[in-house]
């Protein structure tokens, strides 16, 4: 079993940036596709991004393309989100994800994932 841990969310003005890391530990950080999360009161945990595991594949939800950047340290077990021109829209929990199946990229589909984080709060005001 892998452990995750999130960190770097917070307040933030619509517009402003933020970056977010997710720490691994337990298993092959390696090993695992990852991705991003995130779930608004009141509606379903949503994809964000994904990273393939040699970080040579990434996808990103519609919603977030050109504004969003996943990336990954393998040295350093970590993968990033890094959030640029926030909208109020983006308030959420994200949470990361490893999937350790043999798919080559990162799916959005949140039953593939073996495990999760605790999740980190990004809040944008308006």
């Known amino acids: 079993q892998v452990q995750l841990v999130e960190s770097g969310g917070g307040l933030v003005q619509a517009g402003g940036s933020l970056r977010l890391s997710c720490a691994a530990s337990g298993r092959t950080f390696s090993s695992s596709n990852m991705a991003w999360f995130r779930q608004a009161p009141g509606k379903e945990r949503e994809f964000v991004a994904g990273?393939?595991?040699?970080?040579?594949?990434?996808n990103y939800a519609d919603s977030v393309k050109g504004r969003f950047t996943v990336s990954r340290d393998n040295a350093k077990n970590t993968v990033y989100l890094q959030m640029n021109s926030l909208k109020p829209e983006d308030t959420a929990v994200y949470y990361c994800?490893?999937?350790?199946?043999?798919?080559?990229?990162?799916?959005?589909?949140?039953?593939?994932?073996?495990?999760w984080g605790q999740g980190t709060q990004v809040t944008v005001s308006s």
């Open positions: 994800a490893a999937d350790y199946s043999r798919a080559s990229i990162a799916s959005f589909r949140p039953q593939v994932y073996d495990s």
């Open positions: 990273i393939s595991r040699g970080g040579g594949t990434t």
